[in-house]
């Protein structure tokens, strides 16, 4: 009793030590099983060696995504105020977490977990963010999900076509379908020339609140959004998609297209239609910064085209502008 009540004493003398001493002991320990798993079971190591990476990344990023919050509740900074990695940071998460969540709700009840597992394992693109999936996973599954976008492109400009026939200006209906027939026919648009036509999507006959529903639920495959909801719905959705990509590109021209690292010029090409995989890195930026040339100029009355410019600029892209 006297030896337990000194070695009691001697361990709330000391917590720091102690603390430190268990950690390391521990990371001791799963240096060791991580050896044994890479040794015996090199597949599962894989897996294993993913899961705690990406669970550390996704820890880090809600401690970054607290900090962001933090500032704008208590009235540091505006939402329009953050930086662009800032800005990103929480559009990113919130499109984890609402992936997410499913799955976490399905491993409440007992023993789910090891249900949980076996799906995540089956079906890692469907289930799982992109912190748990592998270098290679990544690159093929955001192929998987660009052509699925990509096949609703045409579709969205004989959308535009149809709208011809209601336009006024004969001026404007002779630039919109000249840009159509010159995108159709495998052309890479200039900017000057989409912005030529801007007016007409600011009201009728391409404004948000003026497309058909049709036209409108082709639109919601570019953000990869559902489009089984209300118009009312969608629309709004729609809205609110392209005025937080406006705000992104106002704080990216802040930024400068050339202070992004690799990734992120990357995932900000793949966001706004392009697969960047695809790409050198000289052309994600020449893309980039003709994105940026767009969209800096469009007023938030103008989100129909900047939506439409994700099909008309990345359709064709890196084949030569046309003249």
Known sequence: MHLFCVTLIYLIRRPCSMVSLLLSRLQWANQKYEKFLQRRFP????????????FRLLLKDAK??????????????????????????LRQFRRDMIKAI??????????????????????????????????????EFQGIYHACRAQKYASILKGLMKAVPDIN???LQSKLLDLCNKVQS???????????????????????????????????????????????????????????????????????VNQLNEPELRQACYLRGVNSAKLSTNECQRWLHQWI???????????????????????????????
């Open 186 to 256: 495998g052309t890479h648009p200039h900017v000057l020339e989409i912005q030529s036509v801007r007016s007409l999507f600011s009201g009728l006959p391409l404004g948000l609140k003026r497309l058909s529903v049709d036209h409108m639920r082709l639109l919601c495959s570019l953000f990869f959004l559902t489009s089984h909801l209300p118009a009312f719905f969608i629309s709004r959705r729609l809205n609110s998609h392209a005025l937080e990509l406006l705000q992104l590109d106002r704080s990216l021209s802040r930024l400068g």
């Open 169 to 171: 200006d004969r001026q």
């Open 293 to 323: 040339q767009l969209s800096s100029k469009l007023k938030e009355s103008e989100a129909s085209l900047l939506l439409h410019s994700m099909v008309l600029l990345s359709s064709n892209y890196p084949k030569p502008l046309c003249r």
């Open 43 to 54: 597949r599962f190591y894989i897996l294993y060696h993913t899961f705690m990476t990406g």
């Open 64 to 89: 970054e995504v607290r900090v962001i919050k933090t500032k704008m509740i208590t009235g540091k900074v505006q939402f329009h105020e953050l930086s662009y990695r800032e800005m990103e940071k």
């Open 102 to 139: 499913p799955l976490v709700l399905i491993s409440i009840p007992p023993f789910a977990n090891y249900l949980v597992f076996v799906l995540m394992y089956l079906f890692p693109r469907q289930l799982l963010i992109r912190h748990f999936w592998t270098p290679q996973q990544q690159v």
